[in-house]
């Protein structure tokens, strides 16, 4: 099946510093990557979704100077958690968009990123 | 702009019961609506995925059913089971621009 990857799993750091996050589709084309956030004991919330060689779109109220996102190629996208600062803390997750066998496009999730700011 | 409610925010049952998880969306242009598993600290797993032209989904255990003009879907869990619990989320993704918005989930824990 559809494989979404990301990497780190899991990353600490200064405040201050940049934390770059990938999302690989291993075994398919994704037309399209969204990444959301997820603070603990909530659900998840759409930052922004990003097309293959186009700029992303950002949803209200995320900054997009802040998260940038690079969408390079048809299986990468990454995301750059600039200036982290400790409320940049939270649990980020990518998908992957593919249109599968039938016409249904379908997202596959990745296995998420766990930052903390120290 | 689409909203997600899940119904309850959490529950305790005890073993073996069958329970019903609620789903209720505000926008029924959807494209898809898709139930998750979370357990703490870790990623999403896929449950069911419904297409809006269908009606219902069943996996083992696990049924899902749509109903797209009335705004809802519910989560069916047959005989429940102490390694059910985690929080479940429903999941809707539009047409278009196929933009997913999630509920606030629902808790469950299943005691043995």
């Known amino acids: 099946g559809a494989v979404v990857s990301q990497h780190p799993s899991r990353v600490i750091c200064k405040s201050g510093t940049s934390v770059k996050i990938e999302c690989r589709s291993l075994d398919f084309q994704a037309t399209t990557m969204f990444w959301y956030r997820q603070f603990p004991k909530k659900s998840l919330m759409l930052m922004a979704t990003?097309?293959?060689?186009?700029?992303?779109?950002?949803e209200q109220g995320v900054e997009k100077d802040k998260f940038l996102i690079n969408h390079a190629s048809l299986t990468l996208s990454t995301l750059t958690v600039t200036s982290a600062h400790p409320e940049d803390s939270s649990f980020y997750i990518c998908?992957?968009?593919?249109?599968?066998?039938?016409?249904?496009?379908?997202?596959?999730f990745g296995p998420g990123t766990r930052l903390t700011v120290l | 702009k689409q909203e997600v409610t899940q119904i309850p925010a959490a529950l305790s049952v005890p073993e073996g019961e069958n329970l019903v998880l609620n789903c209720s969306f505000t926008?029924?242009?959807?494209?898809?609506l898709q139930w998750f598993r979370q357990d703490p600290g870790k990623g999403l797993t896929s449950l069911l995925l419904?297409?809006?032209?269908?009606r219902e989904q069943t996996s083992g255990r696990l049924n899902a059913s749509l109903d797209k003009s009335s705004g809802r879907s519910t989560l069916y869990i047959a005989a429940s089971q102490p390694g059910d619990s985690a929080t479940y989320l429903c999941a809707v993704s539009s047409t278009g621009g196929f933009k997913t918005i999630f509920g606030a989930g629902t808790r469950l824990f299943v005691k043995a």
């Open positions: 419904i297409q809006s032209s269908q």
């Open positions: 998908s992957a968009r593919t249109r599968l066998a039938g016409g249904y496009n379908e997202q596959f």
């Open positions: 926008d029924s242009a959807i494209y898809n």
């Open positions: 990003s097309n293959e060689g186009s700029k992303a779109t950002y």
